[in-house]
């Protein structure tokens, strides 16, 4: 057994040593174009949702104030886009005080060992992010289509009314979700990817599909 671990010992310098040569430089640098690239992603998704779901805000807020329902009739619809209205203005919110933030690799030192480890450590940060925000939105949609589905239903008596909240904004809101960027999440976890290739013969015609390790 101490034979053994001596051997460990003393193998890892040169591990090291060798994680070190052109092999760290070249992941370094696919690292710090990923973070790169999904920086301008995170920024792109913040601004393109907050937007959007600004604009929804403000469209069935103002057709609330105008008393005007494009969908139904009666006073249940109308509350129904004040309900509708606050939702989209939550999500909005949300991106601006809780925005998807991913931080770029350091400026490289020069020394390939040092530069690696901090590219790792940013794609670690970037994957927590990803994975945290990714399952916070989960949640807040769950809890914000719940609760303006029983207001409508129990407090304005008009399931009716709850039901096509859900139908029309909970698609809406795992749309957002699911465009939200996610790469830094799957490198980090070294998720594998799902190829795909056609069979074609005399007897079997389709797709199979592998996982490549």
Not at 71 to 87: D, I, M, P
Not at 109 to 118: I, K, R, S
Not at 128 to 135: L, P, T, V, Y
Not at 136 to 163: F, N, P
Request: charged residues 15%.
């Amino acid at each position: 057994m101490l034979l053994v671990l001596g051997l460990l010992v003393a193998a890892l310098p040169s591990t090291a040593a060798a994680e070190c040569g052109p092999e760290a430089a070249l992941r370094d640098s696919r690292l710090r174009a990923h973070l790169t690239r999904e920086s301008r992603r995170a920024r792109r998704w913040n601004i393109g949702w907050g937007v959007f779901f600004g604009v929804a805000a403000v469209a069935q807020l103002g057709f609330a104030m105008a008393d005007y329902t494009p969908v139904g009739s009666g006073e249940a619809a109308h509350v129904a886009l004040y309900v509708n209205g606050g939702k989209a203005a939550l999500g909005a919110l949300a991106r601006v005080v809780l925005p998807l933030s991913i931080a770029p690799a350091p400026a490289p030192t020069g020394d390939p060992c040092a530069d690696l480890a901090a590219s790792e450590r940013a794609l670690a940060a970037a994957a927590r992010r990803e994975k945290r925000s990714f399952w916070m939105l989960h949640a807040g949609s769950i809890l914000v289509t719940v609760g303006g589905l029983l207001y409508l239903g129990m407090v304005e008596d008009s399931w009716k009314q709850g039901g096509l909240s859900v139908a029309v904004g909970y698609p809406v809101s795992l749309l957002s979700i699911y465009t939200h960027p996610r790469a830094s999440w799957a490198l980090a976890r070294n998720a594998p990817p799902i190829v795909v290739t056609p069979l074609v013969g005399t007897d079997v015609t389709g797709l199979a599909f592998a996982l490549t390790f």
